[in-house]
């Protein structure tokens, strides 16, 4: 029986062997699977069938944002007083200055107005003057200030701004535009103030001193006034405001 069992063990280790070898074989790389031909063949065994197999193909978020103009625009008032952001206007350049002039209007979207009798509108028609933006008095548009120029100088300064028509102001061209303005800005000094210390007290330079002028007053307080000659000056030169703050800024 031994003898019948010896060649039956060696014909197992020796499998065993070759099992081993195989296995060592396929984990060294050389006789690795390629994935890519065994992808399909997974796929059709795994694959039911063509039941089932869907392609979700995502919708277009769809556009919730508020238009920015519509900050502006009142709803459900007359298209007539809408703000001129809200409307847009077949306007003509070729009218005559001055002129009353009627235009075609159609209201921006998302902008809801009603007519004389209460009805939704799209379709108006505008009554304006026929002129520029940059043509509107001065009360028609509002303009950047400037606390860098001197508004006391001579001549006068100027100094380029950048005006916004108001918004139920209607006319031609650009509503933004550069314009040259005097300078007309004020730090808070009073004139009334100024005059009364240039009386009072000018002699020791407290008018000076007051608008902002140090080596004037330091000038005014050692020399007591000039003998009064200074102080008689200054009440003058400041009584006809020739005489300002040091800042260049306007009385108050």
Same mark, same amino acid.
Request: proline share 6%; with cysteine.
């Given at each position: 029986?031994?003898? +019948? #069992? !010896? ?16 296995? %060592? ?9 390629? @994935? !890519?031909?065994?992808?399909?063949? +997974?796929? #059709?065994?795994?694959?039911?069938? $063509? ?10 978020? !769809? ?8 900050? &502006? ?8 007083? @809408? $703000? #001129?952001?809200?409307?847009? %206007? ?8 001055? &002129?009353?002039?009627?235009?075609? %209007?159609?209201?921006? $979207? ?8 209460? &009805? ?8 304006? /003057? ?13 303009? /950047? ?15 380029? #701004? ?8 209607? %006319? ?6 550069? &314009? ?15 005059? +009364? ?8 330079? +407290? ?10 007053? @330091? ?34």
């Amino acid at each position: 029986m031994e003898a +019948a #069992a !010896e060649p039956l063990r060696s014909v197992r280790l020796l499998s065993r062997v070759l099992l081993f070898l195989s296995q %060592c074989y396929v984990l060294s790389g050389d006789g690795s699977l390629n @994935l !890519e031909h065994s992808q399909p063949l +997974a796929q #059709a065994v795994k694959d039911p069938g $063509p039941t089932g197999i869907f392609t979700v193909v995502p919708r277009a978020a !769809e556009s919730t944002e508020i238009p920015p103009y519509m900050m &502006k625009c009142p709803s459900n008032g007359l298209c007539s007083r @809408l $703000p #001129a952001d809200c409307i847009d %206007c077949a306007t003509n350049f070729s009218c005559t200055y001055g &002129k009353p002039v009627t235009f075609d %209007c159609t209201v921006r $979207p998302s902008v809801t107005c009603i007519d004389q009798d209460l &009805k939704p509108q799209r379709n108006f028609i505008i009554n304006m /003057t026929c002129r520029f933006c940059w043509q509107l008095p001065e009360t028609d548009y509002e303009c /950047t200030n400037s606390t860098s120029c001197m508004t006391v100088a001579c001549p006068r300064q100027r100094y380029l #701004a950048n005006c916004t028509v108001r918004d139920h102001i209607h %006319c031609l061209g650009n509503r933004t535009f550069p &314009k040259l303005l005097y300078c007309n800005w004020t730090g808070g000094y009073k004139w009334s103030t100024a005059l +009364a210390l240039s009386i009072t007290l000018g002699g020791f330079g +407290a008018d000076r001193f007051y608008l902002g002028q140090w080596r004037e007053g @330091l000038g005014k307080l050692f020399s007591f006034g000039g003998l009064g000659i200074w102080t008689l000056i200054d009440v003058l030169l400041i009584g006809v405001g020739y005489v300002g703050p040091a800042d260049g800024s306007l009385y108050i």
